[in-house]
């Protein structure tokens, strides 16, 4: 049974970091594309970043654009988030997931997710 596990999330002032992580095991094909997704109370799940197989393609929501990294390494199953430069609207629960295919968006693409870790950014 596949399972995807988040870690590295808290409580961070407007301005912080944090580095968020995904352990994937009990799968022996790689997914083609690991993504980040938020969501916030009464909002619907969100976009945040995605990366193909190789790492060479990334994409990100606009609002994350030059604050949040996405990276994957291969041989740990493992793909990370770093988040620099938190502002309040960043505040959520992070989930990751993973699918076979091209990077998405959409959420409803990605076949596999984690149970969510809780980002704070407090101002």
């Known amino acids: 049974q596949v399972q995807l596990v988040e870690s590295g999330g808290g409580l961070v002032q407007v301005g912080g970091s944090l580095r968020l992580s995904c352990a994937v095991s009990g799968r022996t094909l790689s997914y083609n594309t690991m993504g980040w997704f938020r969501q916030s109370p009464g909002k619907e799940r969100e976009f945040v970043a995605a990366?193909?197989?190789?790492?060479?393609?990334?994409h990100y929501a606009d609002s994350v654009k030059g604050r949040f990294t996405i990276s994957r390494d291969v041989a740990k199953n493992t793909v990370i988030l770093q988040m620099n430069s938190l502002k309040a609207e960043d505040t959520g629960v992070y989930y990751c997931?993973?699918?076979?295919?091209?990077?998405?968006?959409?959420?409803?693409?990605?076949?596999?997710w984690g149970q969510g870790t809780q980002v704070t950014v407090s101002s």
């Open positions: 990366i193909g197989w190789s790492g060479s393609f990334t």
């Open positions: 997931a993973g699918r076979y295919g091209v990077i998405t968006t959409s959420k409803d693409d990605y076949r596999d």
